[in-house]
């Protein structure tokens, strides 16, 4: 059974504009998959239109199944928000570009990691403080304990996202969505983000639906690509063959700056 089938997503302003053009697309049992576009080309919009959270200004239509890949799925497009509050979290979780989007300014990291613990897994006291500490030992956060007694404006943008990674992790979901959660970090940080994910998403065996605009990041962590431009899909393949045989003039841009960027950073490492 799959984790999130998206079928014909179709997502359009107000006034009639489309944003996102019949998009399909599936994720399967610990599948990754990354969908990659320029700003504007519709990815992050798809992203939201799976966890139920666009803006009341946006219409979504098409059909979105999202699961846990064992009970029957739920289609999330004109699903309450009551029952969407029940699936995120529990079965997709999302990451966001920018963790201060995400972390409360005036609510202590730890304070806001018990949150999900507290509600989904029914702990409290001295086992809600253990499981704080772990999930955030887990995300590698050195002294976790300063960590959870900080607001997130004292800590750095590598530990917010961290600390907003461990959130979205909190309720075991079946899916994690990371929407350029690297973008926002320097290089060095940003190649630890990627190794953490890589290294949950296998330890879990979860499922990963990765958003960035370079290929680089992407290749890194996926298998799969969905090539989006303009809000509809340009191509779509394994990771292998769209880097080896890019079809659309789009993906051989994509697939160029890729190799550019590799050939400049393999000069400044011999430097």
């Not at 403080?129 to 304990?145: D, F, G, Q, R, Y």
């Not at 065996?205 to 958003?211: P, Q, V």
């Not at 431009?229 to 340009?234: E, L, Q, R, T």
């Not at 190799?259 to 400049?264: I, N, S, T």
């Amino acid at each position: 059974m799959k984790i999130l089938e998206v079928d014909n997503l179709s997502v359009q302003t107000g006034d009639g504009v489309k944003v996102v053009s019949n998009v399909s697309f599936t994720v399967e049992p610990g599948a990754r998959l990354g969908l990659i576009g320029e700003s504007g080309s519709g990815k992050s919009m798809t992203a939201l239109a799976v966890m139920g959270l666009l803006p009341t200004e946006l219409k979504a239509s098409g059909s979105l199944l999202l699961g846990n890949g064992k009970d029957a799925p739920v289609q999330i497009l004109g699903t309450p928000e009551k029952t969407l509050n029940q699936i995120r979290g529990t079965v997709a979780s999302i990451v966001f570009q920018e963790p201060l989007t995400s972390l409360d300014p005036l609510m202590k990291i730890g304070r806001q990691l018990s949150e999900p613990l507290r509600r989904w897994q029914g702990l409290k006291d001295v086992g809600l403080k253990n499981a704080i500490i772990s999930a955030l030992a887990e995300v590698h956060i050195n002294n976790p304990t300063r960590i959870a007694n900080s607001y997130p404006y004292e800590i750095s943008g590598g530990e917010r996202q961290r600390a907003a990674i461990a959130m979205a992790l909190a309720c075991k979901p079946s899916l994690l969505i990371a929407d350029e959660p690297t973008t926002a970090l320097d290089v060095t940080v940003q190649a630890e983000i990627l190794d953490l994910l890589d290294a949950v998403v296998s330890v879990r065996g979860m499922s990963l639906l990765f958003i960035s605009h370079d290929l680089a990041v992407v290749s890194r962590i996926t298998d799969h690509v969905l090539v989006l431009k303009d809000g509809s899909v340009v191509e779509s393949g394994s990771l292998r063959s769209i880097i080896q045989a890019p079809q659309h003039p789009y993906t051989r841009e994509l697939v160029t700056s890729a190799e550019e960027l590799d050939r400049a950073l393999d000069i400044a490492n011999e430097k």
